[in-house]
């Protein structure tokens, strides 16, 4: 399904998913980011890379973290930004997702960043629009958000430099997160050899263990040794059925406090990419502690689209 991601000189062309990339691809990005990490710290912030480009914005769900750190990474670009408004939008009326691409298309966008409900919907606007028109997946119903795992690896690089050691857990409400698996993903790529998932068996997906990951149900257990720990929200919204007792019992089994990290090193890092639920899935002391990174993940955030624009727009030789 991600083969029309690359081009036939092996470049990415647009952004779908992590399956199906190879180990090349995801350090060409990593490194990509790098030099716009560094643009950061200078005084004049945007670069010339995107000028004249028209990037659209579509998100058919919410968005706080990926949809303003698409938008600035853009301005950076210097690349003209429309933020599409789907609520006052011509879908209300019956158009169809093509039709309301196609028009879009016809006013000369050269890219459109995609959020949508359904499982596949950016796939299937890559496969309908023109061949200079770029497609980025910035969350797909519960298949993938590929610039969210991109933008996790990026974080875990600053902070443990070699993939090939390290003990990862990813923490929560697997089943429905496109996030646990776009990272899975990432992380099998770059050669990570320990990959832990930790869940009530209610929130881990059927086969889950066919990607390679070791599965368990006790948090303690689980968090042994770790370096890096990847909580996730508990997403209710998608529950159609009661999966647990209550947050609060989940809490008491799943919830990350400072007792529960006794069992991980000083220096295992902690993560989430938002929203987190205070007291749901994570204690306010641990995700505002010395372990968190999670402002980081969102800093960078903007360095991963700027590299992930600049790279499927072909305007930067990587
Ligand atoms: N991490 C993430 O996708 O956050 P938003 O839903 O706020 O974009």
Redesign the pocket.
């Known amino acids: 399904m991600n083969n029309i991601q690359i081009n036939s000189q092996g470049q990415l062309k647009h952004f779908l998913g992590i399956e199906g990339l190879n180990r090349d691809i995801l350090l060409r990005i990593l490194d990509t980011a790098t030099s716009f990490i560094m643009d950061e710290s200078k005084a004049v912030k945007k670069v010339p890379i995107l000028r004249g480009k028209t990037i659209v914005n579509l998100f058919f769900?919410?968005?706080?973290?990926?949809?303003?750190?698409f938008e600035l990474a853009a301005k950076r670009l210097s690349a003209d930004v429309l933020n599409f408004n789907i609520n006052t939008s011509s879908t209300s009326k019956g158009e169809s997702l093509i039709d309301m691409l196609h028009n879009l298309q016809a006013m000369h966008c050269d890219m459109f960043v995609v959020?949508h409900s359904v499982t596949g919907a950016p796939h299937f606007m890559a496969q309908h629009i023109a061949p200079d028109v770029r497609i980025i997946n910035?969350?797909d119903g519960q298949h993938e958000?590929p610039t969210?795992a991109m933008l996790d690896m990026y974080t875990i690089r600053q902070h443990k430099p070699d993939f090939s050691s390290l003990r990862v857990a990813i923490v929560g409400d697997i089943l429905h997160s496109r996030?646990a698996r776009s990272d899975i993903h990432a992380l099998k790529i770059l050669g990570v050899p320990d990959i832990r998932v930790i869940a009530p068996k209610t929130l881990i997906p059927r086969e889950l263990d066919k990607l390679g990951v070791r599965i368990f149900n006790d948090l303690t257990t689980g968090l042994q040794d770790v370096d890096v720990i990847m909580m996730l929200r508990l997403q209710q919204e998608r529950m159609k059925t009661a999966l647990l007792p209550s947050t609060h019992e989940y809490f008491n089994y799943y919830g990350l406090t400072e007792k529960a990290l006794l069992v991980v090193d000083s220096d295992a890092i902690v993560m989430h990419?938002?929203?987190i639920n205070r007291g749901v899935e994570i204690d306010s002391l641990v995700a505002d502690g010395s372990r968190s990174v999670i402002l980081q993940?969102v800093s960078n955030?903007i360095a991963i689209r700027m590299a992930v624009m600049a790279m499927t727009l072909g305007t930067i030789e990587v």
């Open positions: 769900e919410n968005s706080t973290r990926t949809r303003t750190t959020r910035a969350g958000h969210q996030v990419p938002g929203p993940q955030g």
